[in-house]
DNA sequence: CCTAAATGGAGGATAATCCTTCGTTTGCTG
DNA sequence: CAGCAAACGAAGGATTATCCTCCATTTAGG
């Protein structure tokens, strides 16, 4: 397959990028089994490019997947390469990973992993394997700083963040972006080993009622 | 409405609930737009009796909510008065919550609130604000105690819940709820404002990868 | 400038869901 | 316990959403 693309024509492959980009945006906004008409008309391509492309809807969103990972890969490495300390590094991946969105596809992904094992040599789970390794060491490097609370794990994490990450439906990007911001230093926090009392409040803007209320008016 | 309720013939009013507490499940599971052939074959009634009882889905999501915020109500109750300090009470009231999945439907419940509190009286409004003013009490006692962390307010308790609850795309139910349970330990530790360190591990069997792949390829 | 590669959109096929109609069953009251 | 109004379920036509192929046209690149 990455030979193929390496073939295409420049346009070919720029739009096969481009449907590929679109289609974690959908994904993530309507669930795996959004039309892909949609996907089309937002990556600004005919329906039979993308169909030309990807054969059936599985072929896109494990490649979607594969794509989704290799991102990671890089957030992970431009945050270590950033980052003097381990923990530093983790909540700035944290933060850039929800940010992106892009762990939203990871649930679909998952359940390919048998089969992509058997057709495609395994390329995705192998790459997901190779991501908690590198997620591990910095885990565990960040709890020997005596940062990160004892106890907590990658799957953690990415589980964490994949919830987070996760749109509610009905209410519009806005609110739901707001109410990420909020719960994730909810979730940092929870990652903390540093003591925390009560009498040092969480350092955020809470959300109010009214502010929640006036945000659903907007979007009706 | 509610007089009408009061009138129906006894299976039918059997029938009226049945219908809204599985439309709560199927709504959790696969949105507010689930086919309501669905709920009304799962409920154990024919469509016809659906319709005849809700006239269009808008109708049936709002009984759904307005269900809900009843039984939220009926929850906290419970936790205030089988529990003399009120981190307790808050801690079972969340628990409690989550294992009900009680709070999916709330999103979902926030965009009608506005053309509610013209056609109904407000009655899902009023709700919910005053299942919010006891929410706020009893944070604000828990944080007389010093137990419950400064800067945390009812809604990030709500909000945190419906994210915890909301269950995963594609992957089952059971990988679902171990899922869950796992982000709840956390989330309650990031309520928690007893002084933390790194030597304190969070109590719980973490989750491995293994564990994760086994359980999906049950689910395959 | 020429050709193979790539494109887009129309539209028929299929599937999902809606929601009404109607003959049958059942709770309840007298 | 009888009779009637209320309630029921299932079938199926109407509607809509989505799929995905076909083919005339455009474009990249040697």
Do not use: C
Not at 142 to 165: F, H, T
């Amino acid at each position: 397959m990455s030979e193929n693309t390496a073939r295409l024509r420049a346009d070919a492959r720029r739009n096969r990028e481009q449907i590929i980009a679109t289609a974690r945006e959908v994904f993530l906004e309507q669930g795996i089994h959004a039309p892909l008409e949609e996907v089309a008309r937002r990556a600004g391509v005919g329906i039979a490019t993308l169909y030309r492309r990807f054969p059936d809807r599985h072929t896109l969103v494990q490649q979607v997947a594969l794509d989704s990972l290799t991102l990671v890969g890089e957030e992970l490495a431009h945050a270590t390469a950033t980052h003097p300390d381990a923990w530093g590094a983790l909540v700035q991946l944290i933060r850039r990973l929800v940010e992106l969105r892009l762990s939203v596809i990871m649930p679909v992904l998952l359940p390919g992993l048998e089969e992509d094992a058997r057709g495609e040599g395994g390329a995705l789970k192998a790459r997901r394997n190779q991501l908690f390794e590198q997620m591990q060491q910095l885990t565990r490097t960040a709890q020997q700083e005596g940062q990160l609370r004892r106890g907590i794990n990658p799957i953690d994490i990415w589980l964490g963040v994949i919830k987070l990450s996760r749109p509610l439906p009905v209410i519009g990007a806005e609110l739901n972006g707001l109410i990420i911001d909020q719960q994730l230093e909810l979730f940092l926090g929870s990652l903390h080993a540093t003591a925390l009392d009560a009498s040092e409040p969480l350092r955020r803007q809470p959300l109010t009622l009214d502010e929640l209320d006036r945000h659903l008016k907007m979007a009706e």
